[in-house]
């Protein structure tokens, strides 16, 4: 995939997913002034990446009596 491509797929900036991959936090490869992207390494950063929404329990002592 493009940088071009990823952006669209994850719904974020071109300038956002170049900062990602530029500083590894994104897996990419250069290939010569290009970045390139494998789905299943997107996938899998979407995966380790994601937030997860903890349920908080009714009485969890915030005071909302």
């Keep these: 995939m493009t940088l071009e491509e ?4 994850l719904r974020l900036s071109k ?4 900062r990602l991959a530029n500083t ?4 990419a490869s ?3 002034n290009q970045w ?8 899998a950063w979407l995966e ?3 937030n997860i929404v903890r349920e908080v329990p009714p009485d969890s002592g915030r005071g909302d009596k």
């Design 24 to 27: 590894g936090k994104l897996p």
């Design 36 to 43: 390139r992207f494998r789905r299943d390494d997107v996938d």
């Design 6 to 9: 990823v952006a669209d797929y």
């Design 30 to 32: 250069k290939v010569g």
């Design 48 to 50: 380790a990446n994601k």
């Design 15 to 18: 300038d956002t997913v170049y």
